[in-house]
């Protein structure tokens, strides 16, 4: 079973670029989500989705925008990249996210560089 | 924004030692699950515990949640080397929508 597949691993960018981080889950989950994770920050959600064609944000979402299309991809985007976005960033998919108990499933992250 | 505590932020012990990790907030959760994150991974979950006073065991691992749902502590007996890792709490409130808020963290390194 794949689980949740992040890519790429590792990206560098110079500020001012723009990039898209993919995130695809094949486990038919209907919560999706972004986090950061910055050493001493913990995780931070970016932004969530409860189901496909809806969308909304988390706790740090300036910079990011994000699309729900299919129930599978969750595909986070950066319009203008700058050295504060400089981080390790993970998807996590739930049945339900926080209602009903349900466990995040972690993708194994992209760390994200911008010069 | 919600804010849970998790302490010690750091801690470093010698193979069987016992050890105990808080997590607490100020606020009532919901639910609250406990994650291990190796370098390199996503977290993974652990346990999840949902009613007042509950109390989960996993092998050498004890979970207690408090009575009033504010705080909960995860105990490891004897440690190992390979409990080494990044030990997180992220718990939902009635006001996160559903969404998960994590603790910064507690990166725990077991020495032989």
């Known amino acids: 079973n794949a689980g949740v597949t992040q890519t790429p691993k590792f990206q560098v960018l110079k500020t001012g670029q723009s990039m898209t981080l993919q995130c695809a889950q094949d486990?038919?989950?209907?919560?999706m989500s972004w986090y950061r994770q910055d050493p001493g920050m913990g995780l931070r959600l970016i932004h969530y989705?409860?189901?496909?064609?809806?969308?909304d944000q988390g706790e740090v979402p300036n910079g990011y925008n994000v699309s729900r299309s299919t129930t599978e991809d969750f595909p986070l985007r950066l319009l203008s990249a700058a050295p504060s976005q400089t981080s390790v960033y993970f998807c996590?998919?739930?049945?339900?996210?926080?209602?009903?108990?349900?466990?995040?499933?972690f993708g194994n992250g992209t760390r994200l560089t911008v010069t | 924004t919600q804010l849970l505590e998790q302490s010690p932020q750091f801690l470093s012990i010698q193979e069987g030692e016992n050890l105990t990790v808080y997590c607490n907030s100020s606020?009532?959760?919901?639910?609250l699950q406990w994650y291990r994150q190796e370098p390199g991974e996503g977290p993974v979950l652990l346990v999840t515990v949902v009613t007042g006073g509950e109390v989960k065991k996993l092998k050498r691992l004890t979970f207690q949640f408090g009575d009033a749902r504010k705080d909960s502590s995860l105990h490891i007996t004897a440690a190992q080397p390979g409990d080494t890792g990044l030990y997180l709490c992220a718990g939902a409130f009635k006001g996160s929508q559903g969404n998960l808020i994590f603790g910064k963290g507690t990166k725990l390194s077991v020495k032989p």
């Open positions: 606020s009532v959760f919901s639910s």
């Open positions: 486990m038919n989950h209907e919560y």
């Open positions: 989705s409860v189901g496909a064609g809806i969308t």
């Open positions: 996590a998919s739930s049945y339900r996210g926080g209602f009903g108990n349900s466990p995040l499933h």
